[in-house]
C-alpha cells in the first residue's frame, strides 16, 4: 500500500500543480469531475465518491456554490437532502481542468498494455471492495 501511496501523492502534486492555475484544488476538481459524470447529486453522494468526510464535503461545496460553480436545491423526494449540480461557470471550468489533466493521465499510462491496465483497474476495484467489508 506504500507503493499505492506514493502514486496517488505524485499523482496529486502533479494534477494540482495544473489545477492551480485555473483556480482549483485537488477537492474542487473531484467534485467537478463527480458531477460531469452524473448530476444532479447528493452532498453524501459526492463525499462517497470523492472519499473526502461530509463534514469537509459540505463545507467545500458551500464555497464552490458561492463561487458560482454549482447550484444547491433541496431534493425534491427528500427536503434533508441537498442535490448539487453543476453551473455554467462550473462546466467551464470542468472542460479547462479536462484540458489540463488529460496529459498526465496520458503519460501514466504510457506503455501498458491495456489488458493489463484493465486488470489493475480489476484488482483495484477487488482490493476497494474486500476492504469495505471490514468497514
Known sequence: FYLLNRLV???????????KPLGLDIPYW??????????????????EAAVIPLSTMTRIIQRMSAAGLVT?????????VTEVALRAAGRTKLEAARE???????????GVDRADFDKLLWLLNHLNDNLAELE
Open 9 to 19: 501523492s505524485r499523482y496529486n502534486v502533479v494534477v494540482e500543480a495544473r489545477l
Open 30 to 47: 473531484r467534485v467537478l469531475m463527480i458531477l460531469g459524470e452524473r448530476a444532479p447529486r447528493s452532498v453524501k453522494e459526492i463525499a
Open 72 to 80: 444547491l436545491r433541496e431534493s425534491k423526494s427528500d427536503a434533508r
Open 100 to 110: 489540463v489533466t488529460a496529459p498526465v493521465y496520458r503519460s501514466i499510462v504510457k
